[in-house]
């Protein structure tokens, strides 16, 4: 394994000067995330006005989205 590792090293080192860097990005201009002004939820379908989110202080626990029931 490590043989791979240094013929890896070696060929990028070698088209680096030819391939250049990462690209990263879409390649063309992107706009700004704009929300949604009425998102939906993805499991009910509701607007997420109507959830409920609960967030715990406790970094181990997941943070839960709550949908609205018909009672």
Do not use: S, W
């Not at 890896?8 to 030819?18: E, H, I, Q, T, Y």
């Amino acid at each position: 394994m490590a043989k791979f590792g240094r013929f890896a090293r070696r060929l990028d080192r070698g088209l680096l000067p030819f391939m250049g860097p990462a690209q990263i990005g879409a390649g063309h201009p992107e706009e700004p995330y704009q929300r949604p002004a009425d998102a939906a939820c993805p499991v009910c379908h509701r607007p997420m006005t109507a959830h409920r989110i609960e967030r715990n202080p406790d970094p181990a626990r997941a943070t839960r989205l709550v949908c609205p029931t018909d009672d």
